[in-house]
């Protein structure tokens, strides 16, 4: 493959470090840890994949958020949640959930599966001082909503090859590839000069970038700018998910479950949850 003048660099390549979170899950963390703090608008990135139900079982037990937007993508097994609102359902391999927690929600997400793999990543999303006390809203995606184009790309987000991803209406206008890359092949995707934008390698090894930057499972290529990714599978076969979107540009404060724009309004969410008021509209 020869070079493409306006391909995005890899600017740094980030290790996922094994963490618990959660009442007890194992899983690693690219984004939100020691490695990258954050990436705006994205604050956190873990993912679980393990077939061990000790690693997975405990869960995510009732807990609060607000100020931010949380991203569940299940590749395999299945995660059940239920909220504060009255929202309540089932995630299994393929489905994608888009949770806006605006001005406060309480929620659970516990894998509901007997055996097998266990297999998701949840992704954090700053929401805009505008947005913080909005409305909470779900997107529930179920797997034949998510368009699949020509080369084994899912489309969460965004466009690629005219292919339309069904979560709409975030006002950082993501894109979201969950993409299979064929040996000595590669993707490229065309995205908004101003986007943030990175790579996590789900497996095997992607060639990422304009110097074509060797980047393996579990690890995080962040992107700088340009007019295209483009990732690259060698001799065997890789999966990443690219994701891009506008980045917010306002200042992050962030404790435990809540994301806000000061220190004060964290200490305001506190207070609120533990008044019973978190999630008063």
Excluded: C
């Excluded at 931010?68 to 299994?92: K, P, W």
């Excluded at 990175?198 to 074509?212: I, Q």
């Excluded at 393996?216 to 990714?229: I, Q, V, Y």
Aim: no cysteine; net charge negative.
């Amino acid at each position: 493959m020869g070079a493409i003048p306006e391909a995005r660099a890899v600017t740094r390549v980030i290790a996922a470090s094994p963490s618990v979170d959660g009442a007890g899950v194992h899983l690693v963390r690219s984004i939100g840890g020691r490695g990258l703090g954050m990436l705006d608008p994205f604050l956190l990135l873990d993912e679980i994949r393990s077939s061990d139900p000790r690693d997975y079982e405990p869960g995510f037990p009732r807990h609060p958020h607000r100020g931010f937007e949380t991203v569940t993508i299940m590749l395999e097994g299945a995660m059940e949640h239920q909220d504060s609102i009255g929202n309540r359902g089932r995630l299994v391999g393929g489905s994608v959930q888009w949770m806006t927690a605006g001005h406060g929600i309480l929620h659970s997400e516990m894998p509901k599966q007997d055996r097998g793999m266990f297999w998701g990543l949840q992704l954090w999303v700053n929401l805009p001082a505008k947005l913080k006390l909005t409305t909470p809203r779900y997107q529930d995606i179920v797997p034949s909503r998510v368009p699949e184009v020509t080369g084994g790309t899912r489309v969460l987000a965004g466009v690629h090859d005219g292919a339309h991803g069904p979560v709409e209406g975030i006002y950082v206008a993501p894109t979201m590839l969950d993409a299979t890359i064929a040996p000595n092949t590669t993707l490229t995707h065309e995205l908004p000069a101003g986007h943030a934008a990175f790579v996590y390698v789900l497996s095997g090894v992607a060639l990422v970038g304009s110097e074509k930057t060797a980047v393996s499972e579990h690890e995080l290529a962040a992107l700088g700018p340009g007019a295209t990714a483009v990732a690259r599978a060698g001799s065997d076969p890789a999966r990443i998910l690219l994701v891009a979107a506008a980045p917010i540009g306002e200042p992050v404060a962030r404790r435990g479950p809540f994301v806000m724009n000061t220190e004060a309004e964290l200490d305001q969410a506190f207070a609120d949850f533990r008044s019973g008021h978190l999630t008063d509209s």
